[in-house]
């Protein structure tokens, strides 16, 4: 968490704003775990202090590594990369179902989400805390057998003119759900974009909903998602 200052409105006499940044990020470091299909991530030092007098690291890594945006081209042909997603679309208001407890390999259906979403959804972000994002590691239960939104799940968000839906797994579909490409295509075909492999910590949970979310991926020409780093910005 940081603390800023924001000056904007100090000429004009106001009290500048204070935010705290609420860090809803995965770290990407060497091997960390990630989705099975893809590479393994690799970091390796392509100079050091010691013989270049710089340091840079050199990565090699899926797109869809750590916490990333989904574009529609992700799941759908001729679907929009993320740098023809207008970039406002990433920043707004988000609220938190909490529900964490569920089970593994437990669809995301419209009962589980409706009594956890007590705030109109219209425009806004909605993020899934499974409690899946406190247990990232390199185990059968967390690369397989993750909960995850059902298509009927997916369906409910999509009626409730959502913006964006996030998930604290690397996959919103899950792992071994056959209808992981039906989830992402309900709400990618829908405009619904996705960001995934959050983290929530007590903090998030405690903050006062909806928060701002910003989740700003990084501009990668042509590329159907890519890594951001989600914050919630809370006054």
Not at 136 to 157: C, K, T
Request: aromatic share 6%.
């Amino acid at each position: 968490m940081s603390r800023i200052s924001a000056a904007c409105g100090a000429v004009l006499g106001i009290v500048p704003c204070i935010m705290r940044l609420i860090d809803l990020s995965q770290p990407i470091f060497h091997e960390c775990p990630n989705c099975p299909v893809h590479p393994k991530v690799k970091v390796e030092l392509g100079a050091t202090h010691e013989k270049d007098g710089w340091q840079l690291e050199m990565i090699t890594l899926a797109s869809h590594t750590g916490s990333h945006v989904d574009a529609p081209l992700h799941k759908i042909a001729g679907g929009a990369s993320l740098d023809e997603v207008p970039l406002q679309r990433f920043v707004g208001p988000a609220v938190i179902a909490d529900l964490r407890g569920i089970g593994p390999n437990t669809p995301i259906t419209r009962e589980h989400l409706e009594p956890k979403l007590k705030h109109p959804l219209r425009n806004t972000i909605v993020l899934l805390n499974t409690g899946w994002g406190e247990r990232r590691q390199s185990d059968q239960a967390w690369l397989h057998d993750s909960p995850f939104l059902s298509p009927a799940g997916a369906e409910w968000l999509v009626a409730q003119q959502i913006n964006g839906v996030g998930i604290d797994h690397y996959s919103i579909g899950g792992s071994r759900n056959p209808d992981n490409a039906r989830t992402h295509e309900i709400l990618l075909g829908a405009g619904v974009w996705i960001v995934e492999e959050l983290r929530f910590s007590p903090e998030a949970m405690a903050a006062k909903q909806p928060a701002t979310l910003w989740c700003l991926p990084v501009n990668m020409r042509g590329f159907s998602g890519t890594f951001c780093r989600p914050v919630l910005a809370v006054e």
